[in-house]
């Protein structure tokens, strides 16, 4: 089992920043791939920015490339997320998730095994 909290979420303006952080605990070890994802109400879960645990190679969703940039310390099995030039349209809850299999897509929340509790990100105008 792995055991993923997430903090750092907030209220902002748009164009201002936030980073998060997602901390790891319990088989960590087993970890192959890591990713971001956020849901707004009414709208499906979608997937932000992943990243596999191996190699560091990274993917994000057009929406936010070149504004976001997710990150990883290994030695503290914490995961980030930090968010550039917000904007409204980014106000959802976020969620860190993590999965032990090679197989999958690193933006496909149904290719993940284990989820954090979300941390909310409001983007006012």
């Known amino acids: 089992q792995v055991h993923l909290v997430e903090s750092g979420g907030g209220s902002v303006q748009a164009g201002g920043s936030l980073r998060l952080s997602c901390a790891a605990s319990?088989?960590?070890?087993?970890?192959?791939?890591m990713g971001w994802f956020r849901q707004a109400p009414g709208k499906e879960r979608e997937g932000v920015a992943g990243?596999?645990?191996?190699?560091?190679?990274?993917y994000y969703a057009d929406s936010v490339k070149g504004r976001f940039t997710i990150s990883q310390d290994r030695a503290k099995n914490t995961l980030y997320l930090e968010m550039n030039r917000l904007e409204p349209e980014d106000t959802a809850m976020y969620y860190c998730?993590?999965?032990?299999?090679?197989?999958?897509?690193?933006?496909?929340?149904?290719?993940?095994?284990?989820w954090g509790q979300g941390t909310q990100v409001t983007v006012s105008s």
């Open positions: 998730a993590a999965r032990g299999g090679q197989y999958g897509l690193a933006l496909s929340p149904d290719d993940y095994d284990y």
């Open positions: 319990g088989y960590t070890y087993s970890i192959y791939c």
């Open positions: 990243i596999y645990t191996d190699d560091g190679s990274t």
